[in-house]
């Protein structure tokens, strides 16, 4: 016989009662009400499933900002007031000048001076009006040319610079104009084309500076956006101060 009290079995009847009282007493839960449903307060009723709706406050949500893209314009930088526009570049016109009576005596005579010289066909007697020392006429030289005259004649296309007189004679037959003025800089410049943008010639305007330059040395002008042939400039006190040619 086993006398061990825990082998021995229950009587049949015991066994259903107690089977019945544990499936009573622990009611099945869902997962979802498992995790969600809060603990339940002593003596309080169960409510109904729509009387918890109405009263609870709906919860608030905070919309979800996206920031907006920087803006392609900055408008702010931009926008100006009306007295802060900036005015577009005007051009001055330029005065031409052909009267040499209106201009100063020592202008005038400097100029008589070279055009005599020019004309003779001696390039020697360019040498007392180019001056000497600091005040010396400054004349487009080759690279290591220090005396003027020379410097002119290796600019010519002959061996004793009649060509560049030619050249001489032809820029001081123009009209003129007052370059600088009020500065230190001032001068009487011929040829006019110098001070004057070329797109604003006219067509005799044109016709003067075709007697100086060819159509090809013109288009090279417009290209490099300025009159580059040769120029010369005279200081209200009657000094030759160049003789240049270039920007």
């Known amino acids: 016989m086993n006398r061990n009290p825990a082998?021995?079995?229950l009587p049949v009847g015991l066994v259903v009662l107690l089977a019945g009282?544990?499936?009573?007493?622990?009611?099945?839960?869902?997962?979802?009400?498992?995790?969600?449903?809060?603990?339940?307060?002593?003596?309080?009723?169960?409510?109904?499933?729509g009387d918890e709706a109405e009263e609870a406050a709906p919860e608030e949500r905070t919309?979800?900002?996206?920031p907006m893209p920087d803006p392609l314009v900055d408008r702010t930088a931009v926008e100006l007031k009306d007295d802060e526009i900036a005015a577009p570049d005007v051009v001055e016109p330029v005065e031409?000048?052909?009267?040499?009576?209106?201009?100063?005596?020592?202008?005038?005579?400097m100029r008589e001076l070279i055009v005599e010289?020019?004309?003779?066909?001696?390039?020697?007697?360019?040498?007392p009006l180019l001056g000497k020392g600091p005040t010396q006429t400054q004349v487009t030289a080759t690279a290591g040319e220090d005396d003027p005259i020379a410097a002119l004649k290796s600019l010519s296309g002959d061996q004793d610079g009649i060509e560049?007189?030619?050249?001489?004679?032809?820029?001081?037959?123009?009209?003129?104009?007052l370059a600088d003025k009020g500065t230190p800089e001032e001068a009487y410049v011929?040829?006019?084309f110098a001070e004057k943008p070329l797109s604003s010639l006219s067509a005799p305007e044109k016709v003067d500076l075709f007697r100086l330059v060819t159509a090809g040395d013109f288009?090279?002008?417009?290209?490099?956006?300025?009159?580059?042939?040769?120029?010369?400039?005279?200081?209200?006190?009657?000094?030759?101060?160049?003789?240049?040619a270039g920007d």
């Open 7 to 9: 082998n021995r079995a």
């Open 21 to 49: 009282a544990t499936m009573t007493a622990t009611p099945v839960l869902a997962l979802s009400e498992f995790q969600g449903a809060p603990a339940p307060i002593a003596g309080e009723q169960n409510a109904a499933p």
């Open 63 to 66: 919309p979800l900002e996206i």
């Open 96 to 109: 031409v000048l052909t009267d040499v009576s209106k201009i100063p005596v020592p202008v005038a005579r």
């Open 117 to 127: 010289a020019a004309a003779s066909g001696d390039i020697e007697r360019l040498r």
């Open 164 to 177: 560049i007189l030619a050249i001489l004679l032809d820029v001081m037959s123009t009209g003129f104009v």
């Open 190 to 192: 011929w040829p006019y």
């Open 219 to 244: 288009a090279g002008m417009e290209e490099f956006g300025t009159y580059n042939f040769y120029r010369v400039g005279i200081t209200p006190d009657g000094k030759w101060k160049f003789f240049v």
